[in-house]
């Protein structure tokens, strides 16, 4: 029943920027920690950036200064800021929304495709 779409993923250069949006069918940061995770093929599902309700924030050391994750509450939105961009970072990017009280309530999004080349 709950929908999380992302958008916005494409191919670009590298040093260039993406910024990515999930968009959520209902209003769900109230209790939940959203994220972004990426995976590349044969590969684990790995997180990139990750914010709780209470802005307590996560992420990779290999996007640190790089990926920025925002909430729009209004909007029903997460977002990531990706800057500086290498081709270590081509992936499916998937959005993820984490209920913080029940912890096997968890969804994700369809992915988006990143692709970083020269």
């Given at each position: 029943?709950?929908?999380?779409?992302?958008?916005?993923?494409?191919?670009?250069?590298?040093?260039?920027?993406?910024?990515?949006?999930?968009?959520?069918?209902?209003?769900?940061?109230?209790?939940?920690?959203?994220?972004?995770?990426?995976?590349?093929?044969?590969?684990?599902?790995?997180?990139?950036?990750?914010?709780?309700?209470?802005?307590?924030?996560?992420?990779?050391?290999?996007?640190?200064?790089?990926?920025?994750?925002?909430?729009?509450?209004?909007?029903?939105?997460?977002?990531?800021?990706?800057?500086?961009?290498?081709?270590?970072?081509?992936?499916?990017?998937?959005?993820?929304a984490q209920n913080e009280v029940f912890k096997n309530v968890k969804y994700w999004g369809q992915g988006t495709q990143v692709t970083v080349t020269s």
């Open positions: 029943q709950v929908q999380l779409v992302e958008s916005g993923g494409g191919l670009v250069q590298p040093g260039g920027s993406l910024r990515l949006s999930c968009a959520a069918s209902i209003s769900i940061f109230s209790r939940y920690a959203m994220g972004w995770y990426r995976q590349a093929p044969g590969k684990q599902r790995e997180l990139v950036e990750s914010v709780t309700s209470t802005s307590n924030t996560n992420y990779a050391d290999s996007v640190k200064g790089r990926f920025t994750i925002s909430i729009d509450n209004a909007k029903n939105t997460v977002n990531l800021q990706m800057n500086s961009l290498k081709p270590e970072d081509t992936d499916v990017y998937y959005c993820n």
